[in-house]
Every structure is written in structure tokens, then in C-alpha cells.
């Protein structure tokens, strides 16, 4: 068997430990966002955690680890990719913590995934907690584009089954495309992505831990 079909395996295993359709926190206090920056021109990549606090999602925590990553590009096995490193910089922030997140928001999919079990899935399974995978690109299934103002979202359909939302976060901007990773609900969950984008299109907490990969990774190069 090879380290896809493994990978593909295992996905199969644990997708049946998402609960997708679960009433997650009702209010959130603290949210912590994951991100990853790559460098294009080796296997060098930098995971970055971010805790922000609401009601204006001050950054209260943060980590980076700087690493190698150990599993090629694969459509759909991006968590072999990228979780690793996402959970050493998860290890990094927990003792900054006096209480665990309320939320985990990843910039990636959840259950709108052909194995239903994308980043946020895997993720929210391995921690544990309330996740919500907040896209920039669509992935699978189809859907029409949601009306012109923020708060406005059509259903990501595969199979005839609703696996997500294309939800619009600011008025006249493009849209992001939301799954459920575990422990909450589709409406709880742009529910709180319409929370965390006061001001722009990405949530507040991938806008935080893009910044910090992406710094992180290039203090690493030029070092």
C-alpha cells in the first residue's frame, strides 16, 4: 500500500469521528486561528497558531515553528501536509493559555472534502474542539453565487448532500467558501465567520496567522 493510500485510509477512519451537525459555543471569547506559509522553492514551511479575543479580537497568544514539510502536495491530503507543523505551534501557544479556545478556524475545508474529511476535520478530530475550515477557493461540489451583501450565502452541494456554504462576508466582495471541521454547525459556523470580519473578507484570525507565517518564514530565510 502507499503513503496515499494510507493517508486516504485513515481519513476514512476518523471521518467517522466528525460530528458536523452539533451545536458548538454559543458565545466565543477566544478563537484560535491556523495558518501556513510555504517557501516555493524548497520544503521549508512556517505553521503559525493565533489566539484573538473577542469582542475586538486582540491577539492574546501566538506561536511559529519553522519546518520541513513531510508529506508531498496532494489534492485532498493537505492535513498530512500541514498538520504536523500546526500541531507544534498548537503545543507552543497552550501554556500562554489560561483556558482552551472557544473556536478553532483554519484556512482550509472541512467536510466539503470528497472524503468529507479535509483540514478542519482532521484538526478538530485530533484537538478535539468546535473547528470551521474558512476556504478563499472552492474545492468540490457546486454552488451559485451568493446575493451582493455580507451575510448572504448559497449551499456548497455534493451529491445532492450540503456540505458547506458560499458565504459573503463584506458587502460586493467575493465570497469565502465555510465547511463545518468538527463539533459545530453550518449555521453556528458563518454565524461566527461573519463575527470575526468586522472589516474585511478573510476572519480576523486567518488574516493574524497568514501574517505571522509569512513572517516567520521569512526571518527564517534570511537568517
Known sequence: MTRIEDAEALQ????EQVSANTSGPVEITTVAGFDVAYDTDSDVIAAAVVVLAAPGWEVVASATVVGRAVFAYVPGLLSFRELPALLDAWGEVL??????????????HGIAHPRRFGLACHLGVTLDLPTIGVAKTPFVGQHTTPGPR??????????????????R?????????????????????CR???????????????????HLSRTALRAHLSS
Not at 451575510?151 to 458560499?166: F, H, N, S
Open 12 to 15: 476514512a477512519r476518523l471521518r
Open 95 to 108: 501554556p500562554q493559555l489560561a483556558a482552551l479556545p472557544d473556536l478553532l478556524v483554519c484556512d482550509g
Open 150 to 167: 455580507r451575510g448572504e450565502r448559497t449551499p456548497i452541494v455534493l451529491d445532492g448532500a450540503e456540505l458547506g456554504a458560499a458565504l
Open 169 to 189: 462576508t463584506r458587502d460586493g466582495v467575493r465570497e469565502v467558501y465555510l465547511s463545518v471541521g468538527h463539533r459545530t454547525n453550518l449555521d453556528d459556523a
Open 192 to 210: 461566527h465567520v461573519l463575527d470575526l470580519c468586522p472589516k474585511y473578507r478573510l476572519p480576523e484570525t486567518t488574516r493574524a496567522a497568514d
